[in-house]
């Protein structure tokens, strides 16, 4: 019979000694994987640059410089989510490829694409018409030239602005920039969630 006892006992610490080290193993790796070698999980889920705090953008009125769909220009960057670019008119290299990322990532979205704008702010040489209209049907161009937009335009960081998609929430809010020479599929993934998420726009 204590024989007995002796073996249950044994079995029993032998079960408490494996949900312990089920339980201690990945805490004392995860230690020395944080501590001794200078790993860290990735701080952030997002592809873009978060822009902290967000900044509310000045209601502006700022010209169309291609004809609209409407006889009215709409409300910028209310109502829906907006993906932004700030150039020249004129849209060398940098801006032909920002203008495309925009144009294809709206498309990718498909049924949800009707929630997204976007806005090319014209900041002068004012503009290669013919390229825009074939090219980007749909997409609003605003003389941003003028005195009375330099407020706006203050509020999208300067640094690399030649090859940078910025992202407006439906509210006004300036959030994110993207560099377009980056993997593409960032800037989509990064719209499907906020798409997915969002309770407005």
């Not at 410089?65 to 009215?72: A, F, G, I, K, N």
């Amino acid at each position: 019979m204590s024989e007995s006892v002796q073996q249950l006992r044994t079995r029993n610490l032998r079960t408490l000694t494996v949900l312990a080290a089920l339980f201690l193993v990945p805490l004392v790796l995860a230690f020395f994987l944080y501590y001794a070698t200078g790993w860290r999980p990735a701080a952030h889920l997002n592809h873009g640059t978060l822009i902290t705090p967000p900044r509310p953008l000045p209601q502006t009125p700022l010209a169309p410089l291609l004809p609209q769909e409407s006889t009215q220009a709409p409300a910028l960057f209310r109502g829906k989510w907006t993906l932004v670019y700030v150039g020249d008119g004129a849209c060398a290299a940098d801006c032909h490829a920002a203008l495309y990322l925009m144009r294809q990532t709206r498309l990718s979205l498909n049924t949800e694409m009707g929630r997204v704008a976007r806005v090319f702010l014209v900041t002068g040489g004012c503009c290669d018409r013919a390229f825009l209209e074939a090219e980007h049907r749909g997409l609003d161009v605003r003389d941003a030239a003028a005195s009375q937009a330099q407020r706006l335009l203050a509020a999208f960081p300067p640094d690399g602005r030649a090859h940078t998609l910025f992202v407006v929430d439906p509210l006004g809010n300036l959030m994110m920039s993207y560099d377009a020479r980056e993997d593409p599929h960032g800037l989509l993934e990064d719209l499907k969630k906020l798409l997915r998420l969002s309770q407005i726009g």
